[in-house]
């Protein structure tokens, strides 16, 4: 890894660097504005799904400014974009950065923008500033980190990292339209069918480090007026299906020792998630059911099927996991107790934590001393793609404040200052990284 005390080639460079560090605040701002257009909702909120028209828009949008960035790009057959800055060195195994611009129903416009917009404006700063890579330097723009469409979170990096068993799954999985994946990728101009996919992972030893720059989507960094946060570790995330089906029937002519109520029993379950996170003692036990639809959905109907969705979290695996098996246990209760049956409870994803390469965290500290931003370390309860990139690359990433620490809603927000630290910290770590 990266040499703690730092090569003096390093630290020449980047001491009377920063002084020459120049961020266009203006016309970054003005790209997080213009990405937020391509949006199926009304501004100020942002939705960006896997593939849409607009998904393609903003990618197309995003490839413009790697070019005016003077970066080579190539796509993968999943939509996974590289933006690379070629070193002297070009035989090194690159320094890589990127992060996600699709976007939840109804969420804000800055979850992963700031990683993307702000790694290519970095790549700019260094340029202005007369900076060489040796490593070469590669943006990365990873397709869809989020779940919303098939249910797959951090899809293309999941890949990259060489997850089969996800390679096969996207064989049959379908969206709510029931379009299948490979339907939904080639309209958007990627992948043809299975035979395209292995070509996508990355081997191991990729790139000599991976780092991230996302808003903290937590309130800690705002509240403690720090500028900076250096993420040691990314929480477990773990998300399950669940079906109930009942008889359903007339809402009016059920006597109710009579009825199995599909939606009750979704109802009771999700009050148990609650229970069986509550149990864990930990404050960094989280969950919740942020999808529930009960089937046929009639108000004088009794539910004869209901579907939710649990996300459920925390910084330790084990007691992650503990939450899972007490919700299956739940599941199996309610249905006997409820007379229903549980037709599916099915385990999405169940991810390890990851942590940070210390080298790399080291590196950002310095960046953020040099720079003369308060900073502090500090874990990730959202999940990125660090989260996988971190199983082929040693990995980290910074932190930026957020307006009380909203995300996945219209008020998220960011300052251009606070972006503007961030990207000039990623600027400063990525010489580091790339010169060592
Ligand atoms: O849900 C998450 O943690 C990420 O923001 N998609
Ligand atoms: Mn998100
Ligand atoms: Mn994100
Ligand atoms: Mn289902």
Redesign the pocket.
Same mark, same amino acid.
């Given at each position: 890894g990266y040499p703690t005390q730092e090569p003096d080639s390093v630290s020449s460079f980047s001491v009377d660097a920063v002084s020459s560090f120049s961020v266009d605040a203006q016309g970054l701002q003005k790209q997080i504005d213009e990405l937020s257009n391509f949006s199926d909702t009304p501004s100020p909120s942002v939705t960006r799904i896997l593939y849409s028209k607009m998904d393609v828009f903003a990618r197309r949008y995003i490839k413009n400014l790697m070019g005016l960035s003077g970066l080579s790009i190539r796509e993968d057959a999943v939509g996974n974009i590289f933006g690379r800055w070629e070193g002297y060195e070009p035989e090194l195994t690159a320094v890589a950065t990127g992060s996600h611009i699709d976007a939840?129903p109804y @969420?804000g416009k800055y979850?992963?923008v700031v990683g993307v917009l702000g790694a290519i404006e970095a790549i700019n700063v260094l340029r202005r500033s007369g900076f060489k890579p040796r490593r070469s330097l590669e943006v990365i723009l990873f397709t869809s /980190? /989020?779940p919303t469409r098939f249910g797959i979170s951090c899809l293309g990096s999941r890949l990259l990292a060489g997850n089969e068993a996800l390679m096969k799954s996207l064989e049959t999985v379908v969206d709510s339209q029931n379009i299948s994946f490979f339907d939904a990728a080639r309209a958007a101009g990627y992948a043809n069918d299975e035979e395209d996919l292995p070509s996508v992972f990355l081997k191991k030893g990729s790139y000599s480090a991976f780092v991230e720059l996302h808003i903290e989507?937590g309130p800690i960094l705002e509240e403690e007026g720090i500028s900076i946060g250096i993420v040691t570790a990314i929480a477990a995330p773990a998300s399950i299906k669940v079906d109930f089906e009942g008889n359903g029937g007339h809402a009016g002519a059920v006597l109710m020792p009579n009825r199995n109520d599909a939606g009750l029993a979704a109802a009771e379950l999700a009050l148990a998630v609650e229970k069986h996170v509550l149990e864990s003692g930990s404050i960094d036990t989280v969950g919740t059911v942020g999808i529930l639809e009960l089937h046929p959905g009639a108000i004088n109907s009794i539910p004869s099927k209901s579907h939710l969705e649990i996300d459920t979290r925390d910084i330790n695996e084990m007691r992650r996991n503990t939450v899972i098996e007490k919700t299956h246990q739940s599941a199996i209760t309610i249905a006997k107790n409820r007379g229903v049956r549980l037709s599916e409870f099915k385990i999405i994803n169940q991810d390890p934590p990851a942590l940070s390469d210390k080298s790399i965290t080291k590196a950002m500290q310095a960046a953020s001393q040099e720079l003369n931003l308060s900073h502090k370390l500090m874990i990730s309860r959202?999940y990125h793609d660090s989260l996988f990139m971190a199983r082929i690359s040693p990995m980290g990433m910074i932190f930026i404040p957020c307006y009380k620490g909203y @995300?996945?809603k219209p008020e998220e927000y960011a300052s251009i200052e606070d972006i503007a630290n961030g990207v000039k910290v990623l600027a400063l770590t990525l010489t580091k990284l790339s010169l060592y």
């Open positions: 939840i @969420s979850d992963g /980190e /989020e989507q959202a @995300s996945h």
